[in-house]
């Protein structure tokens, strides 16, 4: 899958209380209303101008705190094509997984602010069309490329009937 | 090669001997949702046309982040997740009964369990001995539904902890003191297990500070080996026969060992906005910080020895005029027991507000937010920018004693200087 987009940078320590504020705890059954705030206490005005298949580039431990998959959930809604960080914290990065939304390690330091990326998940290529240069990321565990492949978690049970390890 | 001790647990429930690295699918022994990921994790299984689920007995739905709600879509949620668990047969901690890490403790979570919980700060009941970790609303639903998970065997971190703690020094400001040596993401995707003759010294309450805050370093969960403290904990609660001796090898092997000296600790704050940012309270960045409320409960440090404890730092004195003081009890157990003690009365006495079990103010769902740039110092796990309801403010993280001797000093003070 080749996703094309522009790079909207984020720094360190992206919490999900930073994507999905704790005090719009009460739009979590109404995930559209939710999604216009995504991201609103890091960058406000993210959610009204972000376009479909844009990145979110993050820096170290993206998605950090609490286990509120709405994060990730919010963020594939604004039609984030996927999230790239040096290193996301283990629940969101398993959560994004498991509802759809590709996930890449990789050195963001050289991307800048709307930067055009062009992102190969199967290939584990980030060329970014601005700079000219072409970053590198490993693959995913089997597990998750086959969740992720299946459309998510939800998906991939009702295809297998179970968790499929291979 | 010995097993480490997540090792042992995972292999008990994959049905062979497992070592880090490796992922297995294993069997789950409890499940638990809260009202802020519950319903999420309803619909995903409703998305799979399910109508039974594994194990309702062992599943757990708590209403404790908004309790009792402050908004009708709450409200609703609430009733959702009720009809839901009516239908299944999954069972309910309703409003008051507390929050659910506190509430798993006292009634379910056993040495050698697999507890996943929608919720970052399950990973409490690893004091208890169990494999506890936090996930997503759907990998619970399907866990929930099926009764097992994938699994990550994760790599041990040991945290070998020795000497005895110093006056007004408690397992909170040695959690602290990890998280900042280990950054945010220092133990990502790793365990933690805490050892040594300090860890041994600790009280079932102590213990769960240091678990219940694993996440914070990035872990995936705070195991510690179960022995009498365990025991006896369990059989306080009435379970006495849920416990089991479960531990690491002699000659397990860990990624790497973390050696603390806890006779050098001293009273430790966490400053706005991450936890990783970490110095002591003597220190010229956080003593004196002007405080404009005070925060003590939540899964860290809501519970009866805590609370006891700011009594007696509070015992016929009063909180400073300019600074608010909110008690919540970690659970409705908690808070009984303070009451019978005269704790509460204490803490009302000292200019104390208390409300009912459940999470509070910590998650910034209501009662308790702060006002545009105010400073809360509060017991809590979490300092995030606008995790306590407003992004304009600012909040410290301590322990209940430093909370005590902040609430009477109105700013940041050091708990070694209260008599």
Redesign the interface.
Known sequence: MIIKGKAWKFGD?I?T??IA???L??????LPELAKHVLE?ARPEFAGQVKAGDFVVGG??FG???????APIIIKMAGVGAVLAQ?F???FF??AI??GLPVVIVDTDSIEEGDELEVNLGAGKVINRTKGKTLTFPPL???MTRILDDG???AH??KCG??K?D | MGKTMVERIIGQHAGREVSAGEIVVAQVDLCLAQDGTGPLAVRQMQKLGLTKVANPENVVFFLDHASPSPRRELSNDHRFLREFAARTGIRVSDLGEGISHQVMSERYTRPGAILIGADSHTCTGGALGAFATGMGSTDVAIGIALGKTWLRVPESVKVQVNGALPRRVYAKDLMLHIIGLLGSDGADYQSLEFCGDTIRALGMSERMVLSNMAVEAGAKCGLIASDEVTRSFLAEQGRAKDFCSIGPDPDASYERTLEIDATSLRPMVSLPHTVDNVKPVDHADVVGTKIDQVFVGTCTNGRLEDLRLLARMLRGKRKHPDTRLIVVPASKKVFLAALKEGVIETLLEAGALVNSPGCGPCVGVHCGVLADGECCLSTANRNFKGRMGNPEAFIYLASPATAAASALKGEIADPREVT
Request: glycine share 8%; proline share 5%; hydrophobic share 30%.
């Open positions: 320590q919490s209380d930073h504020p704790g005090r705890f009460h739009l979590r059954s109404n206490d170290r431990n950090l705190g609490s286990s509120r998959e709405h290193s914290a283990r629940i398993r959560n498991n509802v565990p089997a597990v998510g978690l939800i049970v009702h179970d968790i390890l």
